[in-house]
């Protein structure tokens, strides 16, 4: 579990990542500009992109405007589905890394696990990291069947599976897979989208502490030792969601939070995609 913004977690291939992060998912134009911006004027040191977001080139001139150094931050970026299969994923990262216009991608990801496509796309993704082009390669929206297929073209275990994953999605198989496979679980939509903000159980264990109902929900994504990623537009937000390491939830909390689950999903389900 990390204890401050600085905190890393340490990936399977040895490489650290930050416990938390800023996703940009839907933010465009000034906005994500602005919310990058925010984050790393808060200490945030991980953004996660997509392709598929049309904002990689917003997020790399925030990065560079902001005359932090490119070491001490962590960019993620995603393949999107219509450019996987082999040849495609490679060109596909080039124009990534193009429209970033930073020098290196921390992490790149698959997706989605496109039928008859996704292992094509993680040989390619293996031969980037291979090739010393990624610092780390993982995938996104993988069930545990999609994992367990990747072994019949790579020995190259996934360092990270983003997932959706708040109170009433909590994923705990998945999350149980993975730690036995010494994946990283990072956790995208952790507020539910922001629909679970309004929760009543969240809102009491929220007013219990002194502590808003998102910085509730993320702080049981942290002491779940998931790695967490809220996207937010408001400066206030921004700056709140990453208040979290003056409280803790008690373990009654914490089993309360976990009694939520009802396996509901905002997203499309990884088999349908
Ligand atoms: N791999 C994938 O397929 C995938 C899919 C979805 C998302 N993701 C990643 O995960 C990131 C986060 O997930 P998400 O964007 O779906 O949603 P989210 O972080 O669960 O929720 C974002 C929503 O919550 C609101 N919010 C944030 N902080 C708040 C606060 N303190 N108080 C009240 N409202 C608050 C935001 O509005 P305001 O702007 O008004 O604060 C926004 O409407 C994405 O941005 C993306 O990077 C990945």
């Given amino acids: 579990m990390i204890h401050s913004l600085d905190d890393q977690v340490k990936l399977n291939n040895g490489m650290g990542m930050p416990g938390f992060g800023l996703g940009v998912w839907h933010v465009r134009g000034e906005d994500c500009v602005n919310s990058v911006t925010w984050a790393l004027e808060t200490g945030y040191r991980m953004i996660d992109t997509a392709e598929h977001y049309q904002n990689e080139d917003l997020v790399g001139e925030a990065v560079r405007r902001s005359?932090?150094?490119?070491?001490?931050?962590?960019?993620?970026?995603?393949?999107?589905?219509?450019?996987?299969?082999?040849?495609?994923?490679?060109?596909?990262?080039?124009?990534?890394?193009?429209?970033?216009?930073?020098?290196y991608i921390d992490l790149y990801l698959i997706h989605w696990p496109i039928k008859g496509k996704y292992l094509d796309s993680w040989r390619a993704l293996v031969r980037l990291y291979e090739e010393g082009r990624i610092r780390a390669i993982g995938v996104s929206n993988f069930h545990r069947h999609h994992l367990e297929a990747l072994t019949n073209v790579s020995d190259v275990v996934?360092?990270?599976?983003?997932?959706?994953?708040?109170?009433?999605?909590?994923?705990?198989?998945?999350?149980?897979?993975?730690?036995?496979?010494?994946?990283?679980?990072?956790?995208?939509?952790?507020?539910?989208?922001?629909?679970?903000?309004?929760?009543?159980?969240?809102?009491?264990?929220?007013?219990?502490?002194?502590?808003?109902?998102?910085?509730?929900?993320?702080?049981?994504?942290?002491?779940?030792?998931?790695?967490?990623?809220?996207?937010?537009?408001?400066k206030e937000h921004v700056f709140s969601n990453a208040d979290l390491f003056d409280f803790s939830l008690t373990e009654e909390d914490m089993v309360r939070i976990d009694g939520l689950n009802e396996n509901k999903r905002n997203n499309t389900d990884p088999d349908t995609v």
Avoid: M
């Avoid at 299969?85 to 890394?97: E, H, I, R, V």
């Fill in 158 to 234: 996934p360092a990270v599976n983003q997932i959706e994953l708040h109170p009433l999605l909590s994923q705990v198989p998945l999350r149980e897979y993975c730690a036995s496979r010494n994946i990283l679980v990072e956790g995208y939509s952790p507020l539910g989208t922001g629909t679970e903000l309004d929760h009543p159980v969240i809102r009491a264990i929220a007013g219990q502490h002194h502590k808003t109902a998102a910085q509730v929900i993320l702080r049981w994504s942290i002491q779940n030792g998931v790695v967490t990623i809220p996207r937010s537009t408001k």
């Fill in 67 to 103: 005359g932090i150094p490119r070491e001490q931050l962590f960019i993620t970026t995603k393949l999107w589905n219509d450019d996987q299969g082999y040849d495609p994923a490679l060109k596909a990262f080039d124009k990534s890394l193009k429209k970033i216009g930073l020098d």
